[in-house]
């Protein structure tokens, strides 16, 4: 099962805006809501910050938004603060042998 | 609060043994799916396996299916990972997760801070 594709890297300076992209297939993304993604510090492990496309779990600022369009899903962080450079990972359930898989991860620097 | 803390990574020499658990608190063990997922600096994320709460079902990622086995243990509320046959590809930091309540239940919504297995001779 391949991974998700996710950009190498991005960045952003404070207060701006920057969106992450996701891209699967009709076997995974494009067919389920059923998108997650993750913020992982360095040496720390990954916490969740949204689920099911675009939930947030209960603690996580409404600075960070998900979306779906076809075999790509999104993560949006609006005013970017220095505490948000940390890598991304996307994941989604699949319906082929491996149910769940993830994204290669993005680098985000705020600059 | 929810908890979780690996134990049992360490080095393990090529096609040797090696047995991860993970102690979970502050929630109702039995009424949750859990999971295993690794991570290397070189291919990232991989979810290696998963158990449902209660019926207790289990799936496999491709590249261990056959060579590790996850359990739960319900009276010490412990989930475990038993992986044999190790290669030089099972190299990761290992983590216990937690699978989400609501939804899909395809997430992981808590993390335990992982144990590393590093496999050489």
């Known amino acids: 099962q391949s991974a998700l594709t996710q950009p190498a890297s991005v960045s952003g300076s404070p207060g701006q805006s920057i969106t992450i992209s996701c891209t699967g297939t009709s076997s995974d993304v494009g067919g389920f809501n059923f998108v997650s993604w993750y913020q992982q510090h360095p040496g720390k492990a990954p916490k969740l910050i949204i689920y099911d496309v675009t939930n947030r779990p209960s603690g996580v600022s409404n600075r960070f938004s998900g979306s779906k369009s076809g075999n790509t899903a999104s993560l949006t962080i609006s005013g970017l603060q220095t505490e948000d450079e940390a890598d991304y990972y996307c994941?989604?359930?699949?319906?082929?042998?491996?149910?769940?898989?993830f994204g290669v991860g993005t680098q985000l620097t705020v600059l | 609060e929810v908890q979780l803390l690996e134990s049992g990574g360490g080095l393990v020499q090529p096609g040797g043994s090696l047995r991860l658990s993970c102690a979970a608190s502050g929630f109702t063990f039995s009424t949750y799916a859990m999971a295993w997922v690794r991570q290397t600096p070189h291919k990232g994320l991989e979810w290696v396996s998963k158990i449902s709460g209660y019926g207790g079902g289990t799936n496999y990622a491709d590249s261990v299916r056959g060579r590790f086995i996850i359990s739960r243990d319900w009276s010490k509320n412990t989930l475990n990972l038993q992986m044999d046959s190790l290669k030089a590809e099972d190299t990761a930091v290992y983590y216990c997760v937690r699978h989400g309540a609501y939804g899909s239940g395809y997430y992981a919504d808590y993390w335990g801070p992982g144990t590393l297995v590093t496999v050489s001779s």
């Open positions: 994941s989604s359930y699949s319906i082929t042998s491996t149910p769940w898989v």
